[in-house]
């Protein structure tokens, strides 16, 4: 069983899209997929092959402030706008909707992650999780911390899947994958620091501590999750596809230019995938 894992980051996942649409472009298909965060939204659209959707979703509509703005915060709670994201625009009376039935339709196994805020757990989705127009699990995957509130599904709420499992390779060869791709949008050397989630996790301790405590091991769980994707990589059972440079994209970038660069790297580093696959 073949794997992929897309691990998000915000914008920075135009980098996972564009991995998938090198995937679509040369047929390459998966039995098992994970996505973390805008991971989720990335493996959706590959599984309703809609090569380019995301570009689209990172390139323009990012830009508007119904996606995301001080404006959405104020009125609520959020800076993302989770519903108009998965919701407004993705559903099937929308802009651009996800093609529900082909992802109904696809054999693979899909796994959404995202963080039980009451207690601390990791919720892994499914596909059957997905209803039409209702896109929920991604919506719960994607809600960062501080820049989202937590996003309620059947009265529990959850945080983004980044928090608890943010690099889940470890879950996909659990569930029986052989060689797994691991989608970073971070260079692989990149080391996170504590320190930048401190002050999150404090605001965030007043309503859900263990989501906190979750908040301030995620350097760990992040730096840890790479090492053993390169570990597993040396063995020749994973295969990590990440950017030497993020173009200046970080996880809230407003940058047509730069997020197109930062495509362009994710798409032509895929390449990778086709030797990885054939060995």
């Not at 073949?2 to 899209?17: H, K, P, Q, T, W």
């Not at 996505?35 to 830009?63: C, D, H, I, K, P």
């Not at 970073?184 to 050397?189: A, K, Q, S």
Request: aromatic residues 12%.
């Amino acid at each position: 069983m073949i794997g992929i894992v897309d691990v998000g980051g915000g914008l920075r996942g135009i980098y996972g899209s564009a991995v998938f649409d090198f995937c679509l472009d040369h047929n390459i298909n998966f039995d098992y997929l994970i996505g973390v965060s805008a991971g989720s939204a990335n493996v959706a659209s590959y599984l309703g092959r809609q090569r380019g959707r995301n570009r689209t979703f990172y390139m323009e509509y990012s830009m508007r402030k119904e996606y995301m703005s001080p404006g959405n915060f104020i009125k609520r709670g959020s800076y993302l706008d989770l519903d108009y994201i998965y919701g407004t625009l993705s559903n099937s009376d929308g802009e651009y909707p996800l093609n529900f039935d082909m992802i109904q339709k696809a054999a693979a196994k899909v796994k959404i992650v995202a963080a039980n805020a009451l207690t601390g757990e990791t919720k892994y989705f499914e596909k059957e999780d997905f209803k039409r127009d209702d896109y929920s699990v991604c919506k719960a995957s994607s809600a960062i911390p501080m820049v989202c509130r937590p996003y309620v599904i059947d009265g529990v709420p959850y945080y983004d899947g980044g928090i608890s499992d943010p690099v889940p390779i470890e879950k996909a060869l659990l569930d029986g994958c052989k060689k797994v791709i691991v989608i970073l949008t971070r260079p692989m050397d990149f080391k996170r620091i504590q320190k930048k989630d401190v002050w999150p996790a404090r605001i965030v301790k007043r309503k859900f501590p263990k989501a906190a405590e979750l908040i301030l091991q995620r350097y760990k769980k992040y730096n840890d999750g790479v090492a053993k994707a390169i570990e597993y990589m040396k063995e020749g059972r994973a295969l990590v596809i990440a950017p030497d440079d993020l173009c200046g994209v970080e996880t809230l970038t407003k940058d047509k230019a730069k997020l197109q660069m930062l495509y362009e790297k994710g798409y032509n580093d895929a390449r990778r995938i086709i030797d990885f696959l054939k060995d």
